[in-house]
């Protein structure tokens, strides 16, 4: 299942320029040459999988503006943590099409504000069509990479994301361990269910302070009972160092995992200063762009197989000059 270059997935399509998980921050990041577009699921009221990275949705859409849903704010526990808002799971298809969706990073993202009010929710289904829909145009194949958002939670409620989402691929098209698609979760149950009921790819995320279990050798041997890849905070491979932030030797997880029969995604390549290591950073403020291209290039040098990135061009370029094995001169 390895294939020639390394994937670029557009992270929640490409945040970086747009508000993230809308139609038009996917479209985007096709349109940059992404090969993947990930989008989060989460489920409305009426069980319809729409795209939002959590259940509660303040911080990427105007819901607190809109004096008719001022009662809808609440606190829950999710994931085992109280959290305060409102949230995708009180909301109907037809009522959360009323909300408009807005940048999550705005100190970090001002240019992105300017989007601010202009574009939905969309549900899978629409991601889904736009997939199809340009994959045709452009004449390459575009593939998805959905994630199930915290679902125990959503079964919890009656809304279990996994039928759903099975189900809606099934109607696009997809089926078997060759379909352009990635099924991600951090949960392994999650994903024990989901590989008793699909031969499509999936793959198991893992976080920085996460299962660490998961990523031994023996854990990694585990993982492919169940997973096609691992999914990993891109720390895991590329460590950084403790005091002064920099990015030392790669850990063992890449080859440990190819031993084991795993593809290896990382995430997140981001330009902005802010969440780039030491040693990569590049003028006085956090949201100035650093050099992900030479990051990126470091994990190529690892051997990962994919790049979960808010900014598919950037990442696509660093590809390019690393297949050409064109790298920066010393003295520049
Ligand atoms: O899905 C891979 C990566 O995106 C996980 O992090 O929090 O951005 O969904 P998150
Ligand atoms: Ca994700």
Do not use: C
Not at 87 to 112: G, Q
Not at 180 to 186: E, G, N, R, Y
């Amino acid at each position: 299942m390895r294939q020639a270059d390394p994937l670029v997935i557009a992270h929640r399509g490409a945040p970086g320029y747009r508000p993230e998980h809308t139609l038009a921050s996917y479209r985007l990041a096709i349109a940059l040459g992404a090969d993947y577009v990930e989008p989060d699921l989460v489920s409305t009221k009426d069980g319809v999988l729409v795209a939002r990275h959590e259940a509660e949705i303040s911080r990427t859409t105007n819901v607190g503006r809109r004096g008719e849903f001022a009662d809808r704010l609440t606190t829950k526990e999710i994931d085992g943590r109280l959290v305060s808002g409102w949230f995708v799971e009180d909301f109907t298809l037809a009522e959360l099409k009323t909300l408009r969706a807005v940048e999550r990073l705005p100190e970090l993202r001002p240019h992105n504000t300017r989007f601010d009010g202009r574009y939905d929710i969309p549900t899978f289904d629409e991601i889904l069509g736009l997939v199809a829909v340009e994959s045709q145009r452009l004449g390459r194949e575009i593939g998805v990479y959905p994630e199930t958002k915290s679902p125990a939670h959503f079964a919890d409620l009656g809304l279990a994301l996994e039928e759903p989402l099975l189900d809606a691929l099934s109607v696009h098209g997809y089926g078997g361990p060759e379909a352009p698609v990635f099924i991600q979760s951090f949960d392994p149950a999650n994903l024990q269910w989901l590989r008793s009921r699909t031969g499509l790819p999936l793959v198991q995320l893992v976080e920085a302070t996460g299962r660490l279990d998961l990523v031994t050798s023996t854990g990694l041997r585990r993982v492919a009972q169940w997973a096609d890849a691992v999914g990993v905070a891109k720390d895991l491979v590329l460590p950084r160092h403790p005091g002064s932030g920099t990015i030392g030797d790669p850990s063992a997880l890449v080859a440990d995992a190819h031993a084991a029969g795993l593809l290896v995604h990382v995430w997140t390549m981001r330009d902005e200063n802010a969440f780039l290591p030491t040693g990569y950073r590049r003028g006085e403020s956090p949201s100035d762009p650093g050099d992900s291209i030479e990051e990126t290039q470091a994990f190529l040098d690892a051997g990962v197989d994919g790049l979960f990135t808010d900014q598919p061009d950037t990442t696509l370029e660093a590809r390019r000059l690393h297949a050409s094995g064109m790298r920066i001169h010393a003295a520049t």
